[in-house]
Structures are given as structure tokens and as C-alpha cells.
């Protein structure tokens, strides 16, 4: 039986529906208080992007502490704040912040702004 090596695109695609099932997964076990097995879905998911060098899409690594890698839920193990320019996630087990800046949104902004006319 002759195997036909698959190519390089399709194995990422796979890799993205395995990271997104994974993260659906942590999403449910998290939101059952049981934060060991979503950090063990989180470690899953990591590793499985760090394989095919495929960086974990942004909506993820919010999830995600920068420090510790163990699941922040908002308003369970975690804390969202926005600061000038950031916004900032406190994670609880480690006592650690992450921050996310949102400089571009701002600057989008800011070009519509002046892209309308003013009355
Ligand atoms: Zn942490």
C-alpha cells in the first residue's frame, strides 16, 4: 500500500480544527470549574501549533496567560481591564498581567474620523 504524504496546507488545516475542537473543549471544561482539564486542552492546542509552527490566533491567546499558560476565564480566574492604548488581562494563579494593545484600532478609528465630512 502506497501512502500519499500529505501536503504541508492541509496539514495546518487540520492543525487549525484540532486547536479550534481543542479550545471549544477547555471553553466547556472551564466554564464546569474544571480548570485543570482546560489547562491541559490549552497545553494540547499549544503544542499541536507550536508542531506545525502555526501561531495561536489572537481570540485564543487572550485566553490564555502569557506567564503561567493555564486558562483565564473573565470574572472566574481572571480579571479584563482596558488601560490607555491596552487592554489588560490579570491572571489569578500566577498573579501576573498580560496586555493586548488595541493601538491599531484606535488609529482605524481615528482615519474614519477624518475620512467624514464635517457639516
Ligand atoms: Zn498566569
Do not use: W
Not at 477547555?26 to 502555526?54: C, G, S, T
Request: a positive charge; aromatic letters at 12%.
Amino acid at each position: 500500500m502506497v501512502y500519499r504524504r500529505k501536503q504541508e496546507s492541509e496539514l495546518i488545516e487540520i492543525a487549525i480544527s484540532r486547536i479550534d475542537r481543542l479550545f471549544s473543549l477547555a471553553d466547556e471544561a472551564a466554564l464546569e470549574h474544571n480548570f485543570e482539564r482546560a489547562n491541559r486542552y490549552v497545553e494540547l492546542a499549544r503544542k499541536i501549533a507550536m508542531k506545525y509552527q502555526y501561531p495561536l490566533p489572537s481570540k485564543y491567546k487572550r485566553r490564555i496567560c502569557k506567564h503561567c499558560y493555564n486558562y483565564t476565564l473573565p470574572g472566574v480566574n481572571g480579571r479584563v481591564r482596558t488601560r490607555k492604548g491596552y487592554v489588560s488581562v490579570y491572571c489569578s494563579s500566577c498573579g501576573k498581567h498580560s496586555r493586548f494593545p488595541f493601538f491599531k484600532e484606535i488609529k482605524a478609528r481615528r482615519k474614519k474620523l477624518d475620512s467624514k465630512p464635517i457639516i
